[in-house]
């Protein structure tokens, strides 16, 4: 392998973009109008995209003949390294759009960063995914806003959201050993700089939107090192399922 530090960021990245392109998945043709019906499977296909885009680059690192598909559909739970926040059930459309707007608000500052990346594949790949999170993150923020400023009913769903959400928001934003290795190398991101944005976001749409912040800074961990909750193990179940059953399938 040319690099499996690389190769490990990536799929860092990759797999918190397949996971909760699953998760928005499971949503169509369920959502509350047919409009955010359309949003929300869009954004699922962004995300599976920016998803297939990592894991090429991961396959031909690795040097060892696999393609997207292995990485996607043949590895285990544990060997998965999104964060947990992604992997958490859609709930009502209020926590589906906080989840989503958790993920958002770190996603669009990422790619804004990933673009001066010393790897000019990563430069490009987030090049073209920054372009889909800016109106993801205008589209879940927006919908924060209108839930928590909307009726009675709307705020208390969110304002529940939030609060159930909350310990999950800061995973995605701690630094382990790869993230510091690939700031060190120049082809990966300072999550530092990230968080400071992205608390900034949250801040001013939390207080637009008339929400509480939840107090306490317990936040839970684990996703990255490839430990994760039970949800993960059913999400792979219906998304594997068909190459494990059928192999040599592809996209």
């Known amino acids: ?4 530090n690389k190769f490990n960021y990536i ?11 699953q998760r928005l998945a499971e949503l169509c043709g369920h959502g509350p109008v047919l409009e955010q019906d359309i949003a929300t499977t869009n954004i699922s296909l962004d995300l599976i995209g920016q998803a297939r885009l990592f894991y090429q680059y991961a396959a031909e690192l690795q040097e060892e003949g696999k393609t997207e598909d292995d990485l996607a559909y043949l590895r285990d739970a544990w060997d998965f390294k999104n964060v947990l926040l992604v992997e958490q059930p859609n709930g009502d459309f209020g926590k589906t759009i ?5 993920y958002d608000t770190f996603s669009c500052y990422f790619y804004e960063e990933l673009m001066k990346s010393s790897d000019e594949r990563l430069a490009s790949i987030a090049a073209k995914s920054h372009k889909e999170t800016l109106y993801h993150m205008k589209w ?3 919908w924060v806003i209108r839930l928590g400023d909307g009726t009675e009913e709307s705020h208390n769903r969110i ?3 939030v609060n159930e959400l ?20 120049g082809y990966g991101v300072s999550l530092e700089l990230i968080k400071e944005k992205r608390n900034e976001k949250i801040k001013a749409v939390l207080e637009e939107a008339t929400l509480t912040t939840p ?12 430990t994760h909750s039970e949800h993960l193990g059913f999400i792979l179940a219906d998304l594997q399922f068909l190459q494990r059953a059928y192999p040599g399938n592809e996209w």
């Open 1 to 4: 392998m040319q690099d499996q």
């Open 11 to 21: 799929i860092q990245q990759a797999d918190n973009c397949l996971i909760l392109g």
């Open 98 to 102: 906080f989840r989503q707007f958790l």
């Open 140 to 142: 879940s923020g927006d």
């Open 159 to 161: 304002q529940q959201s």
């Open 166 to 185: 909350w310990s999950y928001k800061d995973e995605i934003i701690s630094v382990n050993a790869v993230d510091q290795e690939a700031e060190k190398a």
């Open 215 to 226: 107090e306490g800074d317990y936040a839970h961990k684990g996703g990255k090192e490839g």
